[in-house]
């Protein structure tokens, strides 16, 4: 798997377009797998995001619902062409909670 991201994250650096990374990464905003993705992308929550921004476990059952979701392994990330003006996780009955953010691509030259 840090063989996977650092692959990952040196393509994404080669790229010219805008680029997204969103979805379930199971890769909590602390450690080296993290540091080498925000080094290339914005992390959306750490940008526009307030709280903490926890997405999993979304559906726990028992006493673990008291407290439940606890991790943030859910991520919506861009590369520097996109201006990022929100990012909210959201209501949900599903394992992993929805997380929206609301972007948009900055002006050439901008």
Not at 10 to 28: C, F, K, M, Q, T
Not at 74 to 89: A, F, N, R, T, Y
Not at 93 to 102: F, I
């Amino acid at each position: 798997r840090a063989e996977w991201i650092t692959r990952l994250a040196a393509r994404i650096s080669l790229e010219r377009d805008p680029v997204l990374l969103i979805g379930d990464v199971n890769l909590p905003p602390v450690g080296e797998g993290y540091e080498k993705l925000t080094r290339v992308l914005q992390d959306s929550h750490k940008a526009a995001g307030s709280g903490f921004g926890c997405t999993f476990p979304g559906n726990s059952k028992g006493l673990s619902r008291r407290i439940s979701p606890w991790l943030r392994i859910d991520q919506v990330m861009g590369s520097s062409q996109w201006k990022i003006l929100s990012s909210e996780v959201g209501p949900g009955e599903s394992q992993h909670l929805p997380v929206a953010s609301v972007m948009s691509l900055k002006r050439e030259g901008k």
